[in-house]
């Protein structure tokens, strides 16, 4: 009998749900392995599975997201050692899951706690609450691949926002995993889309596109391009949230900060008694 030649997995994109494979039919060698190289089409792509996305996601209640949230916490957890066998090490998996629990619980009470009544003179309720920007696009972090990744993806979708994520070229694997995770965890399709290759193609697009409403450049470490990427936000005024090189200290206490940088305030005014 000859040997056998075992299968090498090809990382596909991940939008809409699906994991197609590029539309240029490119892809590049990462941990002997092929991960597929991302286009502008398919930045573009990828934006209108989030649009289609937002929808639904941010009319879920809030108790839903933290169901599913806890989820792919659950789902993690299963495939542990198979995030180890990429190069994470057990502590930062371990952090990633309970990082994802942590979100999880903040889904319905952001609301008390960023919202809430606000005095004014005269026979009136004035109620300030959060509501989802829309769609955000996301450069993640190089190191810690893992943890990084879900310390950007999950403030941003926990709150009802959808996403497109430029994962680091130099660590796709994680995120191009933790996809196929987010696919088994009843999270709709769109709500989260992973695209992988080089940021300085799908990035500029992301940062210019009209349909998105805020973006992430915490895994931009050039200064040069992120101050170019912010002039290409204010095109159509995108909320940009650019975290200094010192924040990133991803196994510390979140915060909020993620959570309510990608919120907008509605303001309604009802009169009393009526």
Same mark, same amino acid.
Request: charged residues 20%; aromatic residues 6%.
């Given at each position: 009998?000859?040997?056998?030649?075992?299968?090498?997995?090809?990382?596909?994109?991940?939008?809409?749900?699906?994991?197609?494979?590029?539309?240029?039919?490119?892809?590049?060698?990462?941990?002997?392995?092929?991960?597929?190289?991302?286009?502008?089409?398919?930045?573009?792509?990828?934006?209108?599975?989030?649009?289609?996305?937002?929808?639904?996601?941010?009319?879920?209640?809030?108790?839903?997201?933290?169901?599913?949230?806890?989820?792919?916490?659950?789902?993690?957890?299963?495939?542990?050692?198979?995030?180890?066998?990429?190069?994470?090490?057990?502590?930062?998996?371990?952090?990633?899951?309970?990082?994802?629990?942590?979100?999880?619980?903040?889904?319905?009470?952001?609301?008390?706690?960023?919202?809430?009544?606000?005095?004014?003179?005269?026979?009136?309720?004035?109620?300030?609450?959060?509501?989802?920007?829309?769609?955000?696009?996301?450069?993640?972090?190089?190191?810690?691949?893992?943890?990084?990744?879900?310390?950007?993806?999950?403030?941003?979708?926990?709150?009802?926002?959808?996403?497109?994520?430029?994962? +680091?070229?130099?660590?796709? =694997? @994680?995120?191009? #995993?933790?996809?196929?995770?987010?696919? *088994?965890?009843?999270? !709709?399709? /769109? $709500?989260?889309?992973?695209?992988?290759?080089?940021?300085?193609?799908?990035?500029?697009?992301?940062?210019?596109?009209?349909?998105?409403?805020?973006?992430?450049?915490?895994?931009?470490?050039?200064?040069?391009?992120?101050?170019?990427?912010?002039?290409?936000?204010?095109?159509?005024?995108?909320?940009?949230?650019?975290?200094?090189?010192?924040?990133?200290?991803? +196994?510390?206490?979140?915060? =909020? @900060?993620?959570? #309510?940088?990608?919120?907008?305030?509605? *303001?309604?005014?009802? !009169?009393? /008694? $009526?």
């Amino acid at each position: 009998m000859s040997e056998r030649v075992a299968v090498r997995k090809t990382y596909k994109l991940f939008i809409g749900g699906k994991f197609p494979r590029s539309e240029s039919g490119r892809s590049y060698l990462v941990q002997d392995s092929n991960v597929s190289l991302a286009s502008r089409k398919d930045a573009r792509d990828a934006v209108v599975a989030a649009r289609a996305a937002v929808k639904g996601w941010a009319g879920a209640t809030a108790y839903n997201r933290g169901q599913i949230l806890y989820r792919v916490a659950e789902m993690l957890e299963g495939r542990r050692d198979q995030f180890v066998a990429l190069g994470a090490s057990a502590d930062e998996v371990d952090a990633a899951i309970d990082r994802w629990v942590w979100y999880a619980g903040w889904s319905d009470k952001l609301p008390q706690v960023y919202g809430g009544a606000n005095p004014v003179a005269g026979p009136y309720f004035n109620l300030s609450a959060p509501e989802p920007t829309g769609v955000v696009a996301v450069v993640a972090p190089e190191s810690p691949a893992l943890l990084g990744l879900v310390s950007v993806i999950a403030p941003a979708i926990v709150t009802g926002n959808t996403v497109v994520v430029a994962a +680091s070229p130099s660590a796709p =694997l @994680a995120a191009v #995993t933790l996809a196929e995770v987010l696919a *088994t965890s009843d999270l !709709p399709g /769109g $709500v989260v889309n992973i695209l992988t290759g080089r940021l300085s193609e799908t990035v500029p697009t992301l940062a210019a596109h009209m349909d998105v409403n805020a973006i992430d450049l915490t895994g931009v470490a050039d200064a040069e391009l992120a101050a170019e990427l912010e002039v290409k936000a204010a095109e159509n005024l995108k909320r940009v949230l650019r975290p200094a090189p010192a924040d990133h200290d991803w +196994s510390a206490d979140p915060g =909020l @900060a993620r959570m #309510t940088t990608l919120l907008e305030t509605k *303001t309604v005014w009802h !009169p009393k /008694g $009526v």
